[in-house]
């Protein structure tokens, strides 16, 4: 069973940010823009679905770090650092 350290709902809204940065990442990947390591080396070892496992690894390691965290408006603040260190 899946575990939510801070519940479903806060689960849901990183993962949709992560899915978002991702997303993002990959147009300008493939635009050949700019590139991801993490990203590239997903797509060439798993191809697509690794995108999805990643997404979910992201987000989980996100909550886990920010276990029981009280948010007082710097959510995006703090999510945006730490995609653009793993992305």
């Known amino acids: ?3 939510f350290p801070n519940g479903f709902a806060s689960w849901q809204e990183t993962h949709y ?3 978002a940065a991702i997303t ?3 147009a ?10 993490l990203l ?5 070892e798993k191809g697509h679905g690794g995108l999805y496992e990643l997404a ?3 987000t989980d390691e996100f909550e886990t770090i920010n276990k029981n965290r009280e948010w007082d ?3 995006f603040e703090e999510i945006e650092t730490f995609l653009n260190e793993k992305l």
């Open 17 to 19: 940010e992560v899915v």
């Open 1 to 3: 069973m899946k575990n």
């Open 40 to 44: 590239e080396k997903t797509i060439k």
């Open 28 to 37: 300008m990947h493939t635009h050949e823009i700019d590139h991801s390591e």
């Open 73 to 75: 408006g710097e959510f």
């Open 24 to 26: 993002v990442a990959h």
């Open 56 to 58: 979910e690894d992201l």
